[in-house]
T-cell receptor, first 116, second 112 residues
Framework: GAVVSQHPSWVICKSGTSVKIECRSLDFQATTMFWYRQFPKQSLMLMATSNEGSKATYEQGVEKDKFLINHASLTLSTLTVTSAHPEDSSFYIC????????????FGEGSWLTVV | KNQVEQSPQSLIILEGKNCTLQCNYTVSPFSNLRWYKQDTGRGPVSLTIMTFSENTKSNGRYTATLDADTKQSSLHITASQLSDSASYICVVSVGGSYIPTFGRGTSLIVHP
């Protein structure tokens, strides 16, 4: 079945540095990808919606200059957390929407980010 | 405003018992409704997807129902197992744009 690969699965970085998380759709083309963050025991929070070849649409309260999203191809979207701070530590998940029947959404396995 | 409300927020049951999770939505126009299972620290995994014309869909011990008139869905888990302990998320997509609206999830704990 369709798979969404997310990399890295976990990363530790120093405060002030930038971290890039990749989201790849395997075996299908994803015209739209979504990025979420999730704090422990809380629900998924949509950060932004990204369409291939265009600028991402950010949800209210999400800083677009801090969370840079690039969706350069139909199989790859990246999220860059710039100048990371400890409060950015979270679980980041991406999902990709298949343009096939039902427009099914497939989720990546998530990336744990810890900023120290 | 498109919203998806799930209940209960959390649920504890004994292994082997059945349970039903609820999802009410106000999303319009409606495209489809999906139930996902999310294990702690993992990405959500799709259980079922239903369109407007479908009122029930099964996946093993999971059975989802949809009443498009009342805008309600339920996920029934039969003969629960310890591995069913997870968060169950209801997602409703808007017709046309297919933008998903997420429920906050129901946290299920299955005790031995």
């Amino acid at each position: 079945g369709a798979v969404v690969s997310q990399h890295p699965s976990w990363v530790i970085c120093k405060s002030g540095t930038s971290v890039k998380i990749e989201c790849r759709s395997l075996d299908f083309q994803a015209t739209t990808m979504f990025w979420y963050r999730q704090f422990p025991k809380q629900s998924l929070m949509l950060m932004a919606t990204s369409n291939e070849g265009s600028k991402a649409t950010y949800e209210q309260g999400v800083e677009k200059d801090k969370f840079l999203i690039n969706h350069a191809s139909l199989t790859l979207s990246t999220l860059t957390v710039t100048s990371a701070h400890p409060e950015d530590s979270s679980f980041y998940i991406c999902s990709a929407r298949s343009s096939g029947v039902g427009n099914t959404i497939y989720f990546g396995e998530g990336s744990w980010l810890t900023v120290v | 405003k498109n919203q998806v409300e799930q209940s209960p927020q959390s649920l504890i049951i004994l292994e082997g018992k059945n349970c039903t999770l609820q999802c009410n939505y106000t999303v319009s126009p409606f495209s489809n409704l999906r139930w996902y299972k999310q294990d702690t620290g993992r990405g959500p995994v799709s259980l079922t997807i239903m369109t407007f014309s479908e009122n029930t869909k099964s996946n093993g011990r999971y059975t989802a129902t949809l009443d498009a008139d009342t805008k309600q869905s339920s996920l029934h888990i039969t003969a629960s197992q310890l591995s069913d302990s997870a968060s169950y998320i209801c997602v409703v997509s808007v017709g046309g744009s297919y933008i998903p609206t997420f429920g906050r999830g129901t946290s299920l704990i299955v005790h031995p």
